[in-house]
């Protein structure tokens, strides 16, 4: 267990001391960088897509790959996890550089997330917001000027909720389904609202705690800890930090050597009939 718990130190370390800026997207690939630092996955045979290529198990529906099932949801139950099955999600951006950083290693690692964009941001960068959705992430609101919507009378915080995603939308030229309370701060008189408004509210299983002032690889320890002990579940992080995008592929690569799978929440309304496509529920 301690020889273990060193390893997978030292896989963090390794990680991030390659990432310290932001993705070169013009030069060597993330993946082949960070292949190198994978455990092995047994006997090598020459059939066998990790001999064949070093980094064949990060391709998108690789048997191998980080990215796990799509999960169709029109509300917050919808969402169920298996054990080791996360969801990655974004607050606040976007924000020019880290949100770009964040995108290129996400798609280096083939894995989706979920972005809730603050209105105001995605109002001041509408090209951003819609090359999230041009990447193929799903996309949410979280408030107009992320405001603790608890200090708000109900009016207001709705129409703070209702601002913020509009905007969104206006700028992503798509529907902003899911949404998150700013600091989690909700009621349950604003979450009966937003679900018969069916809007999916975005709750947390893993804080990455990214806010703080903390090293990406202390970011990225403590949010595997905390996962870990859960098993599964709803991380939080957030696009603004150029930290959460330096510690990300070191994430990414710990949750693949742990054998998780990140899993890509798709919105569909009430009304809708189930989308019938493989590895689609």
């Given amino acids: 267990m301690l020889l273990r718990a060193i390893s997978a130190a030292a896989l963090v370390s390794v990680c991030l001391s390659g990432c310290a800026g932001k993705p070169n997207l013009n030069g060597a690939s993330l993946k082949t960088s960070f292949a190198a630092t994978m455990p092995a996955h047994g006997?090598?045979?020459?059939?066998?897509?990790?001999?064949?290529?070093?980094?064949?198990?990060?391709?998108?529906?690789?048997?191998?790959?980080?990215?796990?099932?799509?999960?169709?949801?029109?509300?917050?139950?919808?969402?169920?996890?298996?054990?080791?099955?996360?969801?990655?999600?974004?607050?606040?951006?976007?924000?020019?550089?880290?949100?770009?950083?964040?995108?290129?290693?996400?798609?280096?690692?083939?894995?989706?997330?979920?972005?809730?964009?603050?209105?105001?941001m995605a109002k001041s960068h509408p090209d951003i917001a819609k090359k999230v959705v041009a990447d193929g992430h799903s996309i949410g609101s979280h408030t107009y000027r992320h405001p603790n919507l608890r200090s708000l009378s109900f009016d207001q915080a709705m129409s703070e909720?209702?601002?913020?995603?509009?905007?969104?939308?206006?700028?992503?030229?798509?529907?902003?389904?899911f949404f998150r309370f700013p600091y989690l701060a909700d009621t349950g008189r604003l979450r009966h609202?937003?679900?018969?408004?069916?809007?999916?509210?975005?709750?947390v299983q893993v804080d990455s705690k990214d806010y703080f002032k903390d090293s990406p690889a202390i970011v990225a320890s403590r949010t595997m800890d905390a996962l870990r002990h859960r098993g599964s579940g709803i991380i939080?992080?957030?696009?603004?930090?150029?930290?959460?995008?330096?510690m990300l592929p070191a994430l990414l690569t710990q949750?693949?050597?742990?054998?998780?799978?990140?899993?890509?929440?798709?919105?569909?309304k009430p009304d809708e009939k189930p989308m019938l496509m493989a590895g689609i529920i």
């Fill in 43 to 120: 006997p090598v045979h020459a059939n066998d897509p990790v001999a064949l290529s070093p980094v064949a198990w990060m391709r998108p529906g690789s048997p191998f790959g980080l990215a796990g099932r799509d999960i169709v949801v029109s509300s917050f139950s919808d969402i169920s996890l298996a054990n080791k099955e996360v969801v990655l999600s974004f607050d606040d951006g976007p924000v020019p550089g880290k949100t770009e950083s964040i995108l290129a290693t996400l798609d280096e690692f083939g894995v989706k997330a979920t972005f809730l964009m603050v209105g105001e």
């Fill in 161 to 177: 909720i209702s601002r913020g995603a509009n905007a969104v939308a206006t700028a992503t030229d798509t529907d902003a389904a």
């Fill in 193 to 203: 609202a937003l679900d018969s408004r069916g809007m999916v509210i975005m709750d």
């Fill in 236 to 246: 939080l992080m957030h696009d603004i930090h150029k930290r959460t995008a330096n």
């Fill in 255 to 268: 949750l693949k050597a742990e054998g998780y799978k990140v899993v890509h929440l798709r919105y569909k």
